[in-house]
């Protein structure tokens, strides 16, 4: 049996092995050619790194330029004038608002409307498309006027940012707001009333970023949740606890607990770890539908993104609300690297991204080390395929549609484009 999977970002392939009718294994397969971006600065002027890396991935290039910048200020012992870092963190809260909503209505809800298509959805349900897509050209509107760019943004840099945007600008944004909030929330109700999102609890392990005192997004610690418990450790200690591994049919790394466990990270392991620090208005929403935590079923990540979105639309409300343009750039001091090790994690829209560096006495690169937030989904993609298919017939097609489904579920990032993955059987009977 074989199908392709639309609707993911880039280009793989997923394998159902089967013996004797029983699914005995699952494979995910990532064909494309390793892109090399830790190679690619090497050697190159450290604080060079930030723009270079932010083009690894074409939705979520905040997250990556924010996670290297942050690395070299923690390894300099620099903290950022308040004015930067709050207009750094309203930059990457609109990539999620803009991330999450291409998720979960142009790639993932046709799945729980059985629908083939975008276009077949957006025939079903026209209001529902026209308010994503409002709330889609806000946040990208939002990058540009804070970012200095929609996509791929250009004004943030080790120490702080390059510019402030101006007063009028940022007032226009918030004038739409109240708009896109309206048009978010019913969005939400759409996805929140959802009656068949799957209830039954996977067993599932996570982990995100965690200071204790605000929902996950960046921290210098991270939570390991086990569902009855958990370990907080150092991001500095976080090679110590999971380990890499290379499968013989991927060229993509993944990377298990050092104990060999998959682990989730991404919007729903956020959620059941900093749901206390989600805002009164957002656990309301929540609440309102039913929807509290822990959420045990991967396919409920689509709730957590509901969650998310409109936690960060009242984050951006308010700092929009509160902006006042400083009358001066804050200056800053003059800055060069030095020989040192330099690491950081913040959460991207997918989940945890984890950068490190090794910088010579030149101050130049001569390592690095960068986990994506897929590379550490895939192992979990395989079990909850797994676990969702386990003790099925897989004679017809709803086995590979139901993988399909999971794998949509996670969201995975697999390049910068959007292509598609072959999914198929292979049986390994004699």
């Known amino acids: 049996m074989s199908a392709v999977l639309t609707r993911v970002e880039g280009e793989g392939e997923v394998q159902l092995i089967t013996k004797e009718g029983s699914l005995i294994g699952v494979e995910v397969r990532i064909a494309e050619p390793p892109r090399f971006f830790e190679y690619l600065v090497k050697g190159r002027r450290a604080f060079d790194v930030p723009d270079i890396v932010s083009r690894i991935c074409g939705i979520c290039g905040v997250s990556y330029i924010l996670t290297a910048v942050r690395a070299f200020e923690k390894g300099l012992g620099v903290t950022p004038p308040r004015e930067a870092e709050e207009l750094r963190l309203a930059i990457l809260g609109a990539e999620k608002v803009k991330s999450h909503i291409l998720h979960a209505y142009y790639l993932h809800l046709s799945d729980f409307f059985n629908t083939s298509s975008l276009p077949e959805l957006v025939d079903r349900n026209p209001l529902l498309f026209s308010n994503a897509s409002r709330v889609l050209l806000w946040s990208r509107k939002a990058m540009e006027v804070l970012g200095g760019r929609f996509h791929n943004v250009v004004n943030i840099r080790v120490g702080g940012v390059y510019g402030f945007p101006k007063l009028d600008k940022v007032a226009k944004l918030l004038k739409e707001m109240p708009g896109v909030l309206n048009s978010f929330k019913y969005i939400a109700d759409v996805v929140l009333s959802l009656e068949n ?4 609890e996977q067993g599932l392990k996570l982990m995100a970023v965690y200071n204790g005192s605000t929902y996950p997004c960046i921290a210098d610690d991270i939570y390991i949740s086990y569902g009855s418990g958990g370990d907080l450790i150092a991001v500095s200690d976080f090679e110590k606890f999971v380990k ?17 466990s998959e682990y989730l990270v991404g919007p729903l392991a956020r959620f059941n770890i900093g749901y206390r620090h989600l805002s009164g208005e957002s656990r309301d929403l929540l609440d309102s539908y039913g929807w509290r935590p822990p959420l045990k079923n991967v396919f409920q990540s689509i709730v957590a993104r509901v969650a998310e979105v409109h936690d960060t639309l009242i984050y951006l409300r308010d700092f929009l609300e509160n902006y006042r343009e400083p009358s001066s750039n804050p200056t800053y001091e003059r800055l060069e690297p030095r020989s040192g090790t330099y690491v950081a994690a913040i959460e991207a829209p997918r989940g945890l991204l984890y950068h490190r560096y090794e910088v010579d006495d030149c101050g130049r690169v001569k390592y690095s080390n960068i986990v994506t937030p897929t590379a550490q989904n895939q192992a979990s993609m395989e079990a909850a395929i ?31 484009s959007v292509h598609s993955i072959k999914v198929e059987a292979r049986s390994i009977d004699s």
């Open 197 to 200: 999102i799957p209830m039954d």
């Open 244 to 260: 890499c591994e290379q499968a013989s049919y991927s060229n993509a790394l993944r990377y298990k607990l050092i104990n060999g």
């Open 386 to 416: 797994m676990n969702v298919i386990k003790g099925e017939a897989l004679s017809g097609e709803m086995a590979v549609e139901k993988a399909k489904r999971v794998i949509r579920a996670f969201d995975p990032c697999i390049s910068c």
